[in-house]
Nanobody, 129 residues
Framework: QVRLEESGGGSVQTGDSLRLTCAAS????????MGWFRQAPDKEREGVAV?????????YYADSVKGRFTISVDNAKNTISLHMNNLNHEDTASYYC?????????????????????WGRGTQVTVSS
């Protein structure tokens, strides 16, 4: 059974950096799109960054995080990381790791959370000014 566990969240100030890590157990296949979503109170879950671990396409990022966040994967360790720089209040949310239902690249509809089958429980990121 696939299990995803996020870590690395916390409370920081505007301009600070954080690194989130997702440890995947029961999954050792790099043929699915995987990455990070987030959900703030009273808002829909939104895609943050995803990648196709097999490496045949560039990662996708939400416009709001481009240039500030970087997603990476360590296939040997079965971990997915999200490096977040220059955080601001709008980044405050619970961050979730996810793996797509289907094998293959992420594609242009990568942001649709309904396409993802496996989810972690989330880690909270709070950014204060």
């Amino acid at each position: 059974q696939v299990r995803l566990e996020e870590s690395g969240g916390g409370s920081v100030q505007t301009g600070d950096s954080l690194r989130l890590t997702c440890a995947a157990s029961g999954y050792d296949d790099s043929t699915n799109c995987m990455g990070w979503f987030r959900q703030a109170p009273d808002k829909e879950r939104e895609g943050v960054a995803v990648l196709f671990a097999a490496g045949t396409e560039n990662p996708y990022y939400a416009d709001s995080v481009k240039g500030r966040f970087t997603i990476s994967v360590d296939n040997a360790k079965n971990t997915i990381s999200l490096h977040m720089n220059n955080l601001n209040h709008e980044d405050t949310a619970s961050y979730y790791c996810a793996i797509n239902k289907l094998t293959g690249p992420c594609g242009i509809s990568w942001w649709l959370f309904q396409k993802y089958r496996f989810w972690g429980r989330g880690t909270q990121v709070t950014v204060s000014s």
